[in-house]
Structures are given as C-alpha cells and as structure tokens.
C-alpha cells in the first residue's frame, strides 16, 4: 500500500516542484521589470529625445512594428505605454512693452459737429496718399455763451460784402370801363415807364398775396353814420382769409388804436363789438345868437357890458385823418415784405388839424409800398356833394382827402356806398381786388438825364384798348449807402 502510494505521489511531486519553481521566476522577472517601467515613466523625454534622434526631423515617428516572436509562458509583454510625444511648441507671441507715461501720445481735441481735430499735431496727421492734395484744416469753432452775440472782427468784415439795390415793386389793377377786373394777361401785355423811360421787366406773376390789412375808423362823422357802420362789422372780419393781419385804429380829433395786428378769430370781432359804444358827433346847426348863444344878458338887443353885438363864428372840430393815416404806416412798414400791405379808410374823408403833411405821409406810403383803399360814406357818397367836396380852400383844410391818397398809391377811386347792405358787398370785392392784382417788378435802369426831383414817376401801360389801370405813380428811391 504505502509503495503503490509512493510510486503514484512521486511525479505530483516532481510537478508541483516545477511550478512553484515556475512562478519563483515569474515573481522574479516581475520584480526586475517593474523598477524599469517607472524608469521609463518618470523619464519620457530621455525616450523622446532618443527617438527624435534615430527619426529624420522632416519624417513623422513610425510606430515600432509588431513581434513576429512567440512568446512564451515565461515571457509577459509590458504594457502599453499612454505617453505620447510632446507637441511643437507655437511660436513666442512678443508682447507690447508698456509704455511710460511720458511717451504717451497727448490726445486730439475734436470739433463735436465735424469731427475734425482742433490743434492736431503736425506728428498725428495721417499721410496723404500720392498724387492727392490735402484740404486745408478746418479753422475752429468758436461759440459764444447763450444769450449773447459774437462780435464782428476784422477778419470776418474782410469777407462781407454789402450791394445795395432798388428793386421796383408795382401792384396793378386793370378794369373794364364797367368795373370788371381783367384776368389772363402777360407779361407781354405791360409797359413800365420811369421818368418816361420804359424799364425791363424783371418779375411777373399774377398769384394771390396774404395780406396786413390796417384799417382805419372815422369816428368824427355823424352818430347816424357811425352806428350804420358799427352794423357791417360781421362782413368785414368775414372778408379776409385766416392767413391774413389785420388791426384797427379809429380816429376823430386823436388816433386811438384799439387792436395790433391779428388773424381775424373771434378776438378780433370782440374787438370790433367794442367800438359799437363810441358815439359820433350829433348834428345840428350851431346856435351864434339869441338867448341859447353863448352870450351874457342882452338888452335892447345889445349884450351887457358891450357897445356893440359881438359876433360868434362855430368852433371848427378836427378831423385828423393824415395822422391817422401816419400811425398806421408806421405800424404796417414793420411787416413782411412778402405780405400785401394795405390801409382800408372807411369815412367821409375829412382832413382838418392834423401835425402830418399830405406831403410827409405820401412820401412815407410810396416808399413803404403801401397802397390806400377807401370806403367813402356819409356825405362823401353823395355824387353831386362829393365833386364839391374835392374843393379845398386856403387854411380850411381838406373836404375829402380820400382820392388823392388811393390814385397816389394805387388804390383807384374810393368806393362810394350810402347803405348797410352796399357796404357789407365792398368789403369783399375791395378785398378781392387787393388780393388778386398784377405784380410788377424791375431794377431801375441809369436814366439818360440827371434826375433832381427825388421822387421817381411811374406810368404802367396795358397794350389793349378800352382798359383802366390802376398802379401807383410812382415811389422814392433807397438813399445811397454810405461809405
């Protein structure tokens, strides 16, 4: 029992005595390697160095070819490295040196509006590129605080140029024998005469014009013309047009101006409603004798304290038309020129102690291109004692003034109405006609003779028969500019 025991323990035991020394050798060979593979670990760049050395630098590094030997059980291969090799390193980026504050490049002051550099240095200019002129810098602007005006230097009087002209303004109105306006007319058809020489006509148009309308009140007439007139007031507001200026000035022995210039609102027919209350004069004949004359006690028909019976003439009451006239030139030069300005007289036409001249005011009117249109009522209406009332005699003032302002000034004749209802009618017609005449202008041509009136005389033509024309007579030059 124990040999055939023995005889079959023997080679198990020679067996496990080859194993174990087997795995003595294993453990062994792992021992050795494993000091290597930290070597090779804790130093790739000696490997790296050495590869880079046996591979060309224009070659990418081939991978080592795989071991056709067979390995055996004794040999375990290592394993895989995970180092790879370094990437190339990109080029050094050099970095702007900072700068000391000294070298720092001042900053540019520039224009807020233009962008443009104020007092740039000549250093800080950009180049300009061949062949290209470069524009002359822009000089700086100057401002001023708010509220105030630069002062003129000599520099900018260097650069101003002042040319003083007269340009010729003539307004003109042609009728038919009956009254009716003529439209559709040329240039052509118009001849302008200056001191009977025919100018050259610069400017044409027959467009309608906004107009500054001043109209002027006779308050000096009788009560019962005044109070006819206070009834048409509704038509006279309604006669012009929202873009027109209109202001009021009533007048009797003063001028009174009761509104300025205004659109025609409702504030401005409240205006009107107000001079509803002032009354004119009352008539009557004025009472020279008897016990209501303003005498003392009369005996025997012979005044006390006297030897003889004084006689008693009617106070005269002034009618100051002229100033009235004035007053409302003065205010009406101050608007636009683009406007057609227009002093509308509704009265009798009476003049009596006014300071201002027909003369002085006539002057002012033609110089201003400013035009008179009347409304003749009450006793001027009268045909037969309007022909009467043109008389003027010495120191007496004038009866009816109103014609020889509205032909000066090329207004035509005054409109003659007596009722309320022909007056209510005027006011647009006189209105339409203002609005819608003929413009006429021309820059005075060198006249042949030396003129030594200063008043300059005009004469418009129309190149048809059977036509009225109404255009001003004439007008007083610009003074020349001093030097």
Sequence with gaps: MKTVAGGRNKPGGATGSASLCALACLSVSLLFAAPAAVAQTTSPSAGASDQSSQTPSNQAPSSPAPSTKPQSNDDVPDAPSAV???????????????????????????????????????????????????????????????????????????????????????PVTVKTKDGRMVDGLLPSDFSVYENNVKQKLTFFTSDPFALSVAIVLDLGMSDSAVQEINKTFSALVGAFAPYDDVALYTYSSTVSQVSGFMEPTPKLTALFNQTKMDRGRENGVAVLSGPLAPNGPIINNIPMGSPTEPVYTPTKQAHVLNDAILRAALDLRKESRERRKIILVIGDGREYGSQASYKDVLRLLLSNEIQVRAIAVSSAAIPIYDKLERLRLPKEGYDNILPRYTWATGGGAPLARLTRSAIDSTYAKAMSEVRNQYTLGYIPSKPKTSVTSAKREIEVRVDRPGLIVQAKDGYYPAPPAAR
């Design 84 to 170: 790879q090799p370094p990437a190339p390193e990109p080029p050094a980026v050099e970095r702007p040196q900072p700068q000391e504050e000294s070298a720092k490049p001042a900053p540019v002051e520039r224009n807020p509006w233009t962008n443009q550099p104020i007092n740039q240095p000549a250093s800080t200019q950009p180049a300009n590129p061949a062949g290209t002129t470069a524009p002359p810098p822009m000089p700086p602007v100057k401002t001023v605080p708010p509220g105030t005006t630069p002062k003129p230097n000599a520099q900018q009087e260097l650069y101003t140029f002042k040319v003083r002209t007269n340009f010729v303004e003539v």
